[in-house]
């Protein structure tokens, strides 16, 4: 032991100090090395566009199920008024198509059809249609409903 200034230490020289080429890691090091910063960038960098590429899917999904949602209940309803007019009168084949007046369904359009099936037994059975069309990006999305009366 020899003194080196105030305390008492081995000064003695260790073989690692020797070396000329650094170890990657030092087991005594409390620091990251330059590499190991780089690849937890890259794994944050991975992590992180998957996660807004994930966000922008499921707000996709999202804008699609309330499309579906409306069209749907548009469809009832205009299902419910034809019931109501096959109920009412007799009508042997209709065709038709339009947009609901209202403003918050401007995107939405709608189809019907109503037709008389072959009768069984002497029963005459109606089948009523809607469509409930509307775009989505490029494509047409449609939403229909059947009844049989």
């Given at each position: 032991?020899?003194?080196?200034g105030?305390?008492?230490a ?5 073989k690692a100090?020797?070396n000329?080429?650094?170890a990657?890691?030092n ?10 910063v780089m690849v937890?960038v ?7 566009v ?16 309330d499309h579906?949602t409306?069209a749907?209940?548009l469809?009832t ?8 007019t ?5 009508v042997?084949?209709?065709?038709d198509?339009g947009?609901?007046?209202?403003e918050?369904?401007k995107d939405?359009t709608?189809?019907e059809?109503?037709?008389?099936l072959q009768?069984v037994?002497?029963?005459t059975?109606?089948?009523?249609r809607?469509a409930v ?10 939403v ?6």
């Amino acid at each position: 032991m020899t003194n080196c200034g105030l305390r008492i230490a081995n000064c003695e020289l260790r073989k690692a100090d020797l070396n000329p080429k650094p170890a990657i890691r030092n087991p005594q090091s409390k620091a990251f090395t330059l590499l190991e910063v780089m690849v937890a960038v890259a794994i944050l960098g991975m992590v992180l566009v998957s996660l807004i590429g994930l966000k922008n899917r499921s707000m996709q999904d999202v804008m699609l199920a309330d499309h579906i949602t409306t069209a749907t209940l548009l469809a009832t309803r205009k299902m419910n008024e034809n019931l109501v007019t096959v109920g009412t009168r007799t009508v042997f084949q209709k065709e038709d198509e339009g947009e609901f007046p209202e403003e918050e369904f401007k995107d939405y359009t709608w189809k019907e059809s109503i037709s008389q099936l072959q009768p069984v037994e002497n029963v005459t059975i109606t089948e009523v249609r809607v469509a409930v069309l509307w775009k989505e990006g490029e494509r047409q999305e449609m939403v229909e409903l059947k009844s049989y009366e």
